[in-house]
């Protein structure tokens, strides 16, 4: 088995919104979905959708940046939880369209991300993806979850690592 | 540049853990110690303590893992801002102590985590790292800045990103 930047972003993106959107299944069968699309955890903290549309654009933009291309535009648009499942299954679509040799040596290449105010960062690719997008990517998932449960969903640990399946060592 | 475990490991814990420990600065200075310590987002979720305590976890087991080693045994005792300053110090100094010879091969080494009902994961490294041990520990770290967000602390994303520095880019 190598271990290459294709490994530490591609399977990483796809599990986490695919975990973030089973939680949506779990909320809507307990909460009000009105209320929850509202929900935040600070007054000056963006609400569950924007945390879903950010794990998102962070996730595709990174695949996009890595690759010098251009992601899909997606809107945030979202006003329910069916739309935002499909903007996580068109993200998830999107980013398997990429195989690990599309990204031989993006570890190497310049990405540049500018703020509205002209000032930014420049890295080279893997420095990029482990400095930024990775950590910004978890903070919007975690925040996701962490709307979820503060506004009293019944997710758990396993809910935001469902991905890993069941055990497989038994007792 | 080359891109090997390495990169995608020990870089992203000490960032988070060196985040980490400065937020508690801000958070002394603008709340309750006391009441910080026991604040949490939900009855059956963890607090602030144990969030800390756990990203230490995660960290320094991936790193025992990942080598076949013995991580250093850290009860979870801390009861003040200034103890978790400690293990964050403690955590960073252990994780620092690798260079990237001592992850040559990880990928492949075998990983079991057994939980105290006897089941558990068989992973090959480089599985564990990616679908275990980062987002567990972002899970953690991003769980800590939602709580002190949650309880009125003034952080923002440039503290959750605080290790990139300064912008290197000029309008």
């Not at 490994?7 to 909460?31: C, G, H, I, Q, Y």
């Not at 999107?94 to 500018?114: H, N, T």
Request: with cysteine; net charge negative.
């Amino acid at each position: 088995m190598s271990f290459n930047i294709y490994a530490a972003s591609v399977p990483l993106f796809v599990n986490s919104l695919t975990d973030m959107r089973a939680w949506l299944d779990k909320a809507a069968a307990e909460k009000d979905e009105t209320a929850l699309m509202e929900a935040r955890l600070a007054p000056d903290m963006r609400p569950l959708p924007a945390q879903y549309q950010m794990a998102s654009d962070t996730a595709k933009n990174a695949l996009a940046r890595l690759t010098g291309t251009d992601a899909p535009s997606m809107p945030d648009t979202e006003a329910s939880f069916a739309e935002l499942r499909d903007r996580c299954d068109r993200t998830i679509a999107y980013l398997r369209s990429f195989d690990a040799s599309a990204l031989d040596g993006a570890e190497d290449r310049e990405v540049v991300l500018k703020f509205p105010n002209g000032m930014g960062y420049r890295w080279q690719g893997a420095a990029y993806l482990t400095g930024f997008a990775l950590p910004n990517f978890y903070f919007h998932t975690t925040t996701a979850y962490a709307i979820l449960r503060n506004a009293g969903v019944a997710l758990g640990k396993p809910d935001f690592l469902q991905h890993l399946g069941p055990p497989n060592l038994d007792a």
